[in-house]
């Protein structure tokens, strides 16, 4: 069974920078999309970036293309998401996520197979 725990998340001012984390534990970590998801209050869960299992792809959506960066790190299990000049809008609560049925990147939620409990992210104006 893969577990996956999320942190970093926390309370910052507009301008700044979050570094989220993912930890994935069983499986082969190395073979996997991972992603990172969004949801704010009242909003569907939002597609935010991806990474391919080499790390040699990424994806992100338009509204954090040019401040985040996903990373992974395979000996690890890890995922990063660096997150710079945060915006207001950027509050929501962030999830990892692992697609274990496809090596392309897929930005909806169905496209993923484990998902972890998430973590806040809060951003004052």
């Known amino acids: 069974q893969v577990q996956l725990e999320e942190s970093g998340g926390g309370l910052v001012q507009a301008g700044g920078s979050l570094r989220l984390s993912c930890a994935a534990s069983?499986?082969?970590?190395?073979?996997?999309?991972m992603g990172w998801f969004r949801q704010a209050p009242g909003k569907e869960r939002e597609f935010v970036a991806a990474?391919?299992?080499?790390?040699?792809?990424?994806n992100y959506a338009d509204s954090v293309k040019g401040r985040f960066t996903i990373s992974r790190d395979n000996a690890k299990n890890t995922v990063a998401l660096q997150m710079n000049t945060l915006k207001p809008e950027d509050t929501a609560v962030y999830y990892c996520?692992?697609?274990?049925?496809?090596?392309?990147?897929?930005?909806?939620?169905?496209?993923?197979?484990?998902w972890g409990q998430g973590t806040q992210v809060t951003v004052s104006s």
């Open positions: 990474i391919t299992g080499s790390g040699a792809t990424t």
């Open positions: 996520a692992q697609d274990r049925t496809g090596w392309r990147i897929t930005r909806t939620t169905t496209g993923y197979d484990f």
């Open positions: 069983g499986g082969t970590f190395g073979r996997y999309v």
